[in-house]
């Protein structure tokens, strides 16, 4: 029997996900969907899938599919725009969302202008595991470093980012032995105190537009690494996102814009 599902596909700084309101349309197979629906060609296409449902310790849910139907357990670009969809849908009137993750309960913090919500600043948590890495023989950069934002990222300054194949090392590097469950990969560059050039190769879906777990790494490690101070710019291909760490064992806040592209139906069998 077909099922009409009723989505809406969101951008953040050009990282596009197809978000369906699980509450409303469950959505049994959310791998398979994730993979379909995203192909540009023959799909809706985007960088994956988002479902908003139910929590019974936050106000809402979200689960993220990467394009190959891999289920991450953090989305910062997602976050943002969930907090636009929830508030201008009406599902909720509140401007500070509790928002339950698999890396757990995020708060949203949304700015409406005449309920238009078009920029959202997220407690993303605690950065974790921030360690420098050797890579080894056989990848083209010597050494990166390590940090969980709930998700795994390995982010890597280089002295001119143009120079970077993202398409030809990416691949490579997300499968690095160093992370057996595959990881983000992000190439730095610090461009000013408080600007980093960031390029990124996503683990399930390979070059976005911008990575909102993938900037806030990158603006740890450049702190870690003694690069920046705890308050950067990070201006990804789609766009700049403003992170604040409030430094080791602390919370860590993104913030930036969230954009609706369309509102779509697509049938299901
Ligand atoms: N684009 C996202 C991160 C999506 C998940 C990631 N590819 C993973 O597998 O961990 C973001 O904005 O954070």
């Known amino acids: 029997m077909e099922r009409k599902i009723e989505f809406t596909k969101m951008q953040g700084l050009g990282n596009d996900y197809i978000y369906v309101d699980v509450m409303k349309y469950p959505l049994p197979d959310p791998e398979r969907y994730a993979v379909e629906w ?23 849910s979200m689960r993220i599919f990467n394009a190959d139907g891999s289920e991450a357990k953090m989305c910062g670009n997602a976050s943002r725009c969930i907090g ?10 509140k ?10 309960v995020k708060v949203l913090h949304l700015f409406p202008e005449q309920g238009v919500v078009n920029r959202v600043s997220v407690d993303m948590g605690v950065p974790a595991d921030i360690h420098p890495v050797t ?6 950069y010597a050494e990166g470093i390590a940090v969980s934002m709930g998700n795994p990222h390995l982010v890597i300054f280089v002295d001119d980012i143009s120079q970077v194949a993202l398409q030809d090392v990416g691949p490579a590097l ?3 032995p160093l992370f057996p469950d ?11 105190e ?7 190769w996503e683990r399930g879906s390979g070059i976005t537009q911008a990575c909102g777990t993938g900037a806030c790494a990158t603006a740890v490690a450049a702190s870690f690494a003694g690069r920046c101070r705890n308050e950067s710019d990070v201006v990804m291909d ?14 860590l806040f993104m913030t930036g814009p969230a954009v609706k592209v369309f509102d779509g139906v697509i049938e299901i069998s």
Not at 45 to 57: E, T
Not at 84 to 93: D, I, R, V
């Open 84 to 93: 636009k969809y929830l508030y201008e849908k009406g599902l909720t009137g």
């Open 174 to 176: 997300e499968r690095h």
């Open 182 to 192: 595959r990881v983000n990969v992000e190439f730095a560059q610090v461009i000013g």
């Open 38 to 60: 995203s192909r540009p060609h023959t799909g809706i296409g985007s960088d994956g899938l988002v479902l908003i449902g139910r929590s019974d310790r936050a106000d809402f």
């Open 194 to 200: 408080g600007e980093i050039r960031m390029r990124v």
């Open 135 to 140: 890579l080894g023989d056989g990848f083209p």
């Open 95 to 104: 401007t500070e969302i509790l928002l339950d993750t698999l890396s757990g």
């Open 238 to 251: 789609g766009g700049v996102l403003h992170i604040r760490w409030t430094g080791e064992g602390g919370h």
